[in-house]
C-alpha cells in the first residue's frame, strides 16, 4: 500500500489505539508491582501489629494509651498479622506465579481496605492518625491503580 499526499489511506488492520508492552516486558512489570504489594503488606502489616501488641501488653508505643489491656485490640492485630501474612503471599506466589489471579485477588484487597478506611475516617481522628490514614488510603489507591494495569496488561494471552 503507498500513500500518495493528499489522499487517505485505509487499512485493512483494526487501529489500535494504544500500542502493546511486549509480553516478556509486561510480565517484569506485572511481578515488580506484585513484589512491591507484597513487601508493602509485610513490612507495615508487621510494623502495625507490633506496634498494637506493644500497646496492648505494656501500654508503651504510639497506640499505648488507646490499646493498653483493651478488648478490642484483637481485630486490629488480626487485620495487621493478615496483611502481613498477605503480603508474604504476594512476595512467594504472586511474584513467582504469573497468572493474572493475583492481581485481581491483590485489588480486591485494596479496594476493600482503602473504602474500609474512608468509610471509617473518624479513626484516624480518634487515635490521632490522619496522617498515617492519608499515607495508607494514598498507597492503596496507588495499588488499585498499579493491580488494575496489571489486570489490563494480562488480559490477552495470559494465564488466568
Known amino acids: 500500500m503507498t500513500h500518495e499526499p493528499g489522499h487517505i489511506v485505509h487499512s485493512s488492520e483494526p487501529s489500535k489505539p494504544f500500542p502493546r ?59 495487621h498479622g493478615l496483611a502481613a501474612l498477605i503480603g508474604v503471599l504476594f512476595l512467594v506466589a504472586g511474584g513467582r506465579d504469573g497468572r493474572r489471579y493475583w492481581h485481581g485477588f491483590a485489588l480486591s484487597v485494596h479496594v476493600l481496605l482503602g473504602a474500609a478506611n474512608l468509610m471509617f475516617w473518624s479513626s484516624f481522628v480518634t487515635f490521632g492518625t490522619v496522617p498515617v490514614g492519608v499515607l495508607a488510603t494514598i498507597a492503596h489507591l496507588g495499588f488499585v491503580i498499579a493491580q488494575s494495569w496489571c489486570l489490563i496488561a494480562s488480559r490477552a494471552g495470559s494465564r488466568s
Do not use: N
Open 21 to 79: 508492552a511486549p509480553a516478556a516486558s509486561s510480565g517484569r512489570m506485572r511481578r515488580l508491582v506484585m513484589i512491591v504489594d507484597g513487601g508493602f503488606f509485610a513490612v507495615v502489616g508487621t510494623a502495625q501489629m507490633s506496634m498494637e501488641l506493644l500497646g496492648h501488653h505494656l501500654g508503651a508505643g504510639p497506640f499505648g494509651r488507646v490499646f493498653e489491656q483493651s478488648p478490642y485490640s484483637i481485630g486490629w492485630v488480626e487485620a
